[in-house]
């Protein structure tokens, strides 16, 4: 058999060249030439799997190592007989992470004390619940929206979008991106949504582009309608706004879930489903090669601290977006060439904190977020 893979997938080299055939390629690359003979496709967003490619190929399943599938058309798929699978939380923690640094970052920046701050999370699944729940950990108030989950299960611990516009200081969406529908998001942040929001709040889309809508983003930026905008997903990326950059607070190239461990868990799903449906027996494979953190274990003394500024140093230390809000400013041009060269990310259970002169409750709110404490 043949297997097309996306040359960016980490950690996947190896895993089928004992039972297949194996292309790597770039992910825009792959055209239905390539695909014609293929027996299965993995990829991320970069390929578009629609008719187009797939079209009188002998292609019986594709698997994305994303979370999002908006790139492959299901209904064609699943009219032709082609299975499909995508990689649902494997990024989860990785978002959950780069939210925690957000939060941090502009906190120390504003003089943000979170327990005094109100955050509206649209989209509680496997990300937006992380999110709340590290939010939760911060003493911050908490607004969960979630219509599809609020009509399955009843329950009254979701409140309506206009609840987040009208108390949220911080509204950061977690959304699918569906087009049409009951529960539509494309562009959910249009110019109704925010100017209907009442604490003039910042506003966070580290999910997909389309979900804001950049004139009307920009114009709520420029009135004050919204403090700030942190954008991670842009419309029309790579070729992204420029002035909705320069207006933005921090901006990265759409690296929410690039920590090397959710791209471990995305590529193992992959392996994993693929095995499963041609009976490969790779079940048991592990990614192997994952790159250690620059200091895994790392001191840190609570001395004259508050809680919220140690959560914060640990946070920082595995991740400080300013950083990557930098590279991206200076590198605007090169916006994939810094999503595949993404450098080593890892989450916080790959962390292990020596604490110094703080508090059980403290040392017991690191270990929630994840960090093995000593």
Same mark, same amino acid.
């Given at each position: 058999?043949?297997?097309?893979?996306?040359?960016?997938?980490?950690?996947?080299?190896?895993?089928?060249e004992?039972?297949?055939?194996?292309?790597?390629?770039?992910?825009?690359k792959?055209?239905?030439?390539?695909?014609?003979?293929?027996?299965?496709?993995?990829?991320?967003?970069?390929?578009?799997?629609?008719?187009?490619?797939?079209?009188?190929?002998?292609?019986k399943?594709?698997?994305?190592?994303?979370?999002g599938?908006?790139?492959?058309?299901?209904?064609?798929?699943?009219?032709?007989?082609?299975?499909?699978?995508?990689?649902?939380?494997c990024?989860?923690?990785?978002?959950?992470?780069?939210?925690?640094?957000?939060?941090?970052?502009?906190?120390?920046?504003?003089?943000?004390?979170?327990?005094?701050?109100?955050?509206g999370?649209?989209?509680?699944?496997?990300?937006?619940?992380?999110?709340?729940?590290?939010? +939760?950990?911060?003493?911050?108030?908490?607004?969960?929206?979630?219509?599809?989950?609020?009509?399955?299960?009843?329950?009254?611990?979701?409140?309506?979008?206009?609840?987040?516009?009208?108390?949220?200081?911080?509204?950061t969406?977690?959304?699918?991106?569906?087009?049409?529908?009951?529960?539509?998001?494309?562009?959910?942040?249009?110019?109704?949504?925010?100017?209907?929001?009442?604490?003039k709040?910042?506003?966070?889309?580290?999910?997909r582009?389309?979900?804001?809508?950049?004139?009307?983003?920009?114009?709520?930026?420029?009135?004050?309608?919204?403090?700030?905008?942190?954008?991670?997903?842009? +419309?029309?990326?790579?070729?992204?706004?420029?002035?909705?950059?320069?207006?933005?607070e921090?901006?990265?190239?759409h690296?929410?879930?690039y920590?090397?461990?959710?791209?471990?868990?995305?590529?193992?799903?992959?392996?994993?489903?693929?095995?499963?449906?041609?009976?490969?027996?790779?079940?048991?494979?592990?990614?192997?090669?994952?790159? &250690?953190?620059?200091?895994?274990?790392?001191?840190?003394?609570?001395?004259?601290?508050?809680?919220?500024?140690?959560?914060?140093?640990?946070?920082?230390?595995?991740?400080?977006?300013?950083?990557?809000?930098?590279?991206?400013?200076?590198?605007?041009?090169?916006? &994939?060439?810094?999503?595949?060269?993404?450098?080593?990310?890892?989450?916080?259970?790959?962390?292990?904190?020596?604490?110094?002169?703080?508090?059980?409750?403290?040392?017991?709110?690191?270990?929630?977020?994840?960090?093995?404490?000593?």
């Amino acid at each position: 058999m043949k297997i097309i893979i996306d040359d960016k997938i980490p950690y996947i080299r190896g895993a089928f060249e004992d039972v297949a055939e194996v292309v790597y390629i770039a992910g825009s690359k792959t055209t239905p030439e390539i695909a014609t003979d293929a027996d299965a496709i993995v990829t991320r967003t970069r390929t578009i799997c629609n008719e187009k490619l797939l079209a009188g190929s002998s292609v019986k399943f594709i698997a994305t190592a994303t979370i999002g599938y908006d790139h492959i058309d299901t209904d064609y798929c699943e009219a032709n007989g082609i299975q499909w699978t995508n990689a649902p939380g494997c990024n989860s923690k990785s978002v959950e992470q780069y939210i925690a640094s957000t939060i941090m970052v502009l906190a120390e920046r504003k003089g943000w004390n979170l327990s005094n701050k109100t955050i509206g999370i649209v989209g509680v699944g496997n990300v937006g619940s992380k999110v709340a729940h590290i939010c +939760e950990i911060f003493g911050m108030k908490v607004l969960l929206n979630d219509p599809p989950r609020k009509r399955a299960e009843g329950s009254d611990k979701f409140v309506s979008l206009e609840t987040i516009q009208n108390k949220a200081d911080i509204i950061t969406l977690h959304v699918p991106l569906n087009i049409n529908g009951e529960d539509a998001t494309y562009h959910l942040g249009n110019e109704s949504f925010l100017n209907a929001l009442k604490n003039k709040p910042v506003l966070i889309n580290s999910c997909r582009g389309e979900v804001t809508e950049t004139n009307a983003v920009k114009s709520a930026l420029k009135s004050g309608q919204i403090s700030a905008f942190v954008c991670d997903c842009w +419309e029309n990326e790579p070729d992204l706004d420029l002035e909705l950059l320069s207006l933005t607070e921090i901006a990265t190239p759409h690296i929410a879930g690039y920590s090397k461990d959710g791209k471990t868990t995305g590529t193992l799903m992959c392996v994993q489903a693929i095995s499963k449906y041609f009976g490969l027996g790779l079940e048991n494979w592990q990614p192997t090669g994952v790159e &250690e953190p620059n200091e895994p274990v790392f001191e840190l003394d609570g001395s004259g601290l508050t809680e919220q500024q140690i959560l914060s140093k640990a946070i920082l230390h595995t991740y400080n977006i300013w950083n990557d809000d930098a590279d991206f400013r200076s590198n605007v041009a090169n916006f &994939e060439q810094l999503r595949g060269d993404y450098p080593t990310r890892r989450e916080f259970p790959a962390f292990t904190i020596i604490a110094n002169n703080i508090d059980n409750h403290t040392q017991i709110k690191l270990k929630e977020l994840g960090f093995s404490v000593k």
